[in-house]
């Protein structure tokens, strides 16, 4: 007689995995992406975490300790008012971070939001593209110049000198960057509402919003989180130009772009002033593409399943 073979079933009913492990999977392959996330990690640590465990302030101004090199009590020195330099970059790390963040967030929703109506409805599809050749016809820094000198005090006047300023850049910023994620956003639309699925959800009369929510957005994802990493690196570059020309935060409030500014007059007697704040904006920015190349290839289902 016989035994009848025992068959496991329990595979057969296992749930799928979620995709996101496939992408993990596949980002954890470029080892510059790794690299770049960890630097970036490191940094916003540095930035967030350093001044609740270091004991100076970044404002406060000790005429007696100016201008002094390394040394344990002041690792980066001070400056010609005394004030601790470690203290300062971590301070104006948190500002050009959040900037970056916020503006980030801004130009990624306009972005998205241009790019899907301009996709998805031809009747807007011209004057929508034709305002973002504008826009991007438009100089950038100049444009940014323009606003921040109109609008600085009133905002100032409004808000309070530092929240005023926050607001006028991160707008600044994030309204004259948004153009390129629309057009990455339009062409994948253009090609999704071809897509059997759509066909089918507006035949049977589904609403166009809930197409786009259902069906579209998700779809357009991926590009949008690869332009939302390197709007960062942008928003973070265009910050420190306008700290650096004057035009951004007040002279008494640290980012990263304003260190750079304030340590061009003492360059040669004191270069790590400039060189430090420098340093950590060009560690920031690299890291950050890193990390955008690296979601860039693990998006993508043609590499994610070599």
Known sequence: ??????????????????????????????KGALIGMCVFVLIVLFCFIGPLLWIHDATYINIRSRNQGFSWTHPLGTDQLGRDMLARMMKGGQVSLAVGMAAMVLSVLLGTLIGVVAGYFRRVDGLL???????LALPLLPLLLVMSM??????????GIELGMFIMIVTAIGITSWMQTA???????????????VL????????????????????????VMVSATLMIATAI?????????????????????????DGIDY??????RAIMPGLLISLTVLSVNYIGDGLRDALDPRIRGR
Do not use: C
């Open 1 to 30: 007689m016989t035994e009848t073979p025992i068959i496991d079933t329990s595979a057969a009913f296992r749930p799928p995995r979620n995709q996101w492990w496939d992408v993990w999977d596949q980002f954890k392959t470029h």
């Open 200 to 223: 089918a959800a507006r035949s049977i009369g589904t609403p166009p919003r809930r197409v786009i929510g259902r069906h579209v957005l998700p779809n357009v994802l991926s590009p």
């Open 129 to 135: 593209m034709r305002l973002t050749d504008l826009f």
């Open 267 to 272: 360059l040669q007697q004191y270069p790590s």
């Open 183 to 197: 057009r990455i956003v339009r062409g994948d639309v253009l090609a999704l509402k071809e897509r059997e699925y």
């Open 150 to 159: 109109l609008f600085r005090q009133r905002l100032s006047s409004l808000f």
């Open 237 to 261: 570059i265009t910050e420190s130009a306008l700290s650096f020309l004057g035009l951004g935060f007040p002279p008494d409030f640290p980012t990263w772009g304003r260190l750079v500014s």
